[in-house]
């Protein structure tokens, strides 16, 4: 299942106000479950539910908006799992501050339920803000990065 079907579920989960969502193929489970507070949290494939579970037990920071980050746009965390800014350890981080992005730019990973997921910019313009420190767990929807939209 592809990461933009997962969002148009989770968007339809939160229009309709649903709590709960299932969905079993031959070797594929998706089950989605929203909270009291909103926040989504993603139990795929038996084998590896552990790991959605352990992210979300923790707690994010919520960012801090002030008046000068007024007019930019958050690129906002997917799903529950943790936040990588390279491709690996030794390898540069796919953006810094300053650097112009384009709606397919890749900006992050996160890894959830032990695959990595490539997040797009989905947004053009120029990186301002990177939010969230490398290797750190991030929820449903939590803002990651600000851009000054082009």
């Known amino acids: 299942m592809e990461l933009k079907e997962i969002k148009k579920i989770v968007e339809m989960m939160t229009d309709n106000?649903?709590?709960e969502f299932l969905l079993e193929e031959e070797a594929f489970t998706l089950q989605l479950?929203?909270?009291?507070?909103g926040m989504v949290q993603m139990v795929s494939a038996p084998q590896m539910m552990a790991a959605p579970a352990a992210a979300a037990s923790t707690p994010a920071a919520a960012p801090v908006v002030m008046d000068a980050d007024a007019g930019l746009v958050p690129i906002k965390s997917?799903?529950?799992g943790t936040f990588y800014r390279s491709p690996s350890p030794?390898?540069?981080?796919f953006v810094q501050i300053g650097q112009d992005v384009t709606a397919d730019t890749t900006v992050c990973i996160v890894e959830a339920m032990k695959v990595m997921n490539e997040i797009k910019a989905e947004v053009k313009?120029?990186?301002k803000k990177i939010l969230v420190d490398n290797a750190t767990p991030?929820?449903?929807g939590?803002?990651?990065f600000l851009v000054e939209p082009a």
């Open 125 to 127: 313009g120029r990186i």
């Open 138 to 140: 991030v929820q449903f």
């Open 33 to 37: 479950k929203r909270g009291t507070s």
């Open 78 to 80: 997917p799903m529950v």
């Open 142 to 144: 939590q803002p990651l």
């Open 90 to 93: 030794d390898s540069d981080s």
């Open 17 to 19: 106000d649903l709590a």
